[in-house]
């Protein structure tokens, strides 16, 4: 995966553009930067115009300034404003690179921080997200994170499953519903997204349940605008306890976007090696990303079937710990087919029972957290 971060130079300097590329972590780009950097002589008058309209949009790129000595006259106005970086030049080019790649970080950690705001500064409720991904099909995903909404729902929570699997998500069929709107109606409706607005668009499940399904058909994919996703993210934070994000099996712009909004990640499994292999990537693809997710739980599906690779090799290998292991049962594939969860359709069987530990041991980790 091409990782390179998206730097733009303001002012043309050959010297500069060249100490960056040799860094080895930079791409020169004069569209959709990921960091802006500013040259400023230590005693200008005070900060470019365009760079105090940059500081103030919280979810644009971030700000990098570089000057010559300790500047004078605009270094509190810089702080006041949000610079992500300021650095003294000479630097060497890995000494830049890291400059950029810290900026990303904390630019991004500070939009999340300004979604988050509203909830807590107007004391109204704020969810615990919860991400339920794998980078295989078929690993259980979906099973997965409707039978935990469902138990979500039963402890008394008010529940949000979305399913971010924009292209060929069931959540809807695995729930048995029709929903009249999906996610994609909600992001094409003009005007902002507020939690009435939201609770309008959503299909509540007999459960207690609301789910914001996927597009119905794969190619509309593409017409859900992934910057509209966000603040939906913002808004169910306020109007639900807990909201269960469906994924899709790639790293896809709305899959990124919901395990960096995510409070606990639920990486699904399996005991074969293609599938350890492919979690294994995923670890260090979220490494790499800087995603650091606060509680990463590692959920093996279809466990105990004797194929060679025991918890403890698997354990070894991905050096983690498993959280949670779910059985492989023939309760599941009927329930999908009659279009109930497992937890409604077969509340006594063994696998019922632990996604019913599992949601409790969910619920435990969310006040810990906080
Ligand atoms: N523990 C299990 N035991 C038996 N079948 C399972 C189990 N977990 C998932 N399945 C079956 O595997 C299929 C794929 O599961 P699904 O949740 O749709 O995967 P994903 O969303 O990751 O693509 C489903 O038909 C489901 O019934
Ligand atoms: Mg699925």
């Not at 929903?179 to 299909?203: C, H, M, Y």
Request: contains cysteine; negative net charge.
């Amino acid at each position: 995966m091409n990782n390179l971060i998206r730097v733009s130079l303001q002012g043309d300097d050959a010297a500069l553009r060249d100490l960056f590329e040799r860094s080895g972590m930079v791409e020169i780009v004069d569209t959709a930067p990921e960091v802006l950097v500013w040259s400023l002589p230590h005693d200008a008058d005070g900060l470019p115009a365009e760079m105090r309209i940059a500081l103030a949009d919280t979810h644009g790129p971030a700000i990098v300034a570089l000057t010559d000595s300790h500047p004078s006259r605009w270094f509190d106005e810089a702080l006041a404003l949000g610079v992500d970086e300021i650095v003294y030049l000479p630097q060497e080019p890995q000494s830049l690179g890291m400059a950029a790649a810290k900026a990303r970080a904390m630019r991004s950690r500070r939009a999340s921080m300004a979604a988050m705001a509203p909830a807590s500064a107007k004391g109204h409720r704020s969810a615990h997200i919860f991400t339920v991904f794998s980078t295989k099909g078929g690993s259980g995903k979906t099973v997965i994170a409707t039978n935990l909404a469902v138990c979500f729902a039963r402890q008394g929570k008010r529940t949000l499953l979305i399913d971010f699997d924009l292209h060929s998500g069931d959540d809807a069929l695995v729930l048995g519903l029709s929903p009249r709107w999906t996610i994609l109606d909600l992001v094409q409706s003009p005007g902002d997204l507020d939690g009435e607005k939201l609770a309008g668009f959503v299909t509540r499940h007999s459960s207690g349940v609301d789910l914001l399904p996927a597009p119905t058909r794969p190619d509309e994919e593409e017409l859900v605008d992934v910057d509209r996703l966000e603040p939906l993210l913002a808004v169910a934070r306020q109007s639900y306890d807990a909201v269960v994000i469906d994924t899709s099996s790639q790293f896809a712009p709305a899959v990124l976007l919901a395990i960096d909004h995510t409070d606990s990640l639920v990486l699904v499994g399996a005991s074969d090696v293609p599938t350890i292999k492919s979690l294994k990537i995923a670890l260090e693809t979220l490494e790499l990303l800087e995603m650091d997710v606060k509680d990463v739980r590692i959920l093996m599906n279809r466990s105990g079937a004797r194929v060679g690779l025991d918890d403890r090799d698997v354990e070894r290998t991905l050096r983690r710990e498993i959280t949670y292991t779910l059985a492989s049962d023939k309760a599941i594939p009927i329930s999908v087919n009659r279009g109930q969860p497992v937890v409604i359709d077969a509340p006594k069987s063994r696998v019922a029972k632990s996604f019913y530990d599992m949601a409790r041991s969910l619920d435990a980790v969310v006040g810990s957290l906080r």
